[in-house]
């Protein structure tokens, strides 16, 4: 079968060290506390499961599926909940945990309505962010790169559904 290698934006090895430092700041700013994980689906899974490995507290893990893209680049406007947590997290303390955030419509939607559920705090963990694209008003409290407004692919980001298994975070060109 014919091989393809997206371009590298940042390296296996870039990835795994920004993790390591994440992992190292939600250890330090969690002390005596437990945390309720939200790995959201399905681009945060690889990041997801590295980052938890690094994070030396007590931590339950929960899965919510929402999208925004449908099968292009172009974000929809509306953000779709596929799939809900399902544990009561009022009281806790939440950390999100998401691959990009672009126009950040995926994240404000999904604070406003985790907050209705009365966490006792809400965090946010981003491996990525493009800031020349941002719409709403959100706040990283833990972000591996910022990156410049390409579309990007790989370490669990899709196109279309491909892609997500690279090891680093490439670049979409013509051609791939
Ligand atoms: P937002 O709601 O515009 O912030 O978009 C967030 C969601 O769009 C992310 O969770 C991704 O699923 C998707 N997304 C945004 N930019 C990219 C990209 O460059 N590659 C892959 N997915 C992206």
Do not use: W
């Not at 449908?70 to 939440?94: A, F």
């Not at 990009?100 to 946010?124: A, E, F, H, Y």
């Amino acid at each position: 079968m014919e091989s393809y290698r997206p371009e590298v934006m940042i390296s296996e090895d870039e990835i795994s060290l920004r993790i390591e430092a994440l992992g190292q700041a939600i250890t330090a700013d969690y002390a005596g506390q437990e945390i309720v994980v939200i790995c959201v689906l399905k681009g945060a899974f690889i990041f997801c499961s590295d980052l938890i490995k690094r994070v030396n507290r007590p931590l339950a893990l929960e899965f919510i599926a929402l999208s925004s893209y449908g099968d292009g680049t172009q974000s929809t406007g509306n953000v779709r909940l596929d799939m809900d947590i399902t544990c009561n997290v009022e009281g806790k303390h939440v950390l999100i945990v998401e691959d990009i955030v672009d126009s950040g419509l995926t994240i404000k939607t999904l604070m406003q309505m985790l907050q209705l559920r009365k966490p006792k705090s809400v965090r946010l963990a981003s491996l990525l962010f493009k800031p020349s694209k941002l719409k709403h008003d959100v706040k990283i409290d833990y972000l591996g790169f910022e990156i410049e407004d390409k579309f990007v692919i790989g370490y669990g980001l899709d196109y279309a559904g491909r892609y997500r298994e690279l090891p680093y975070i490439g670049v979409l060109n013509a051609g791939n």
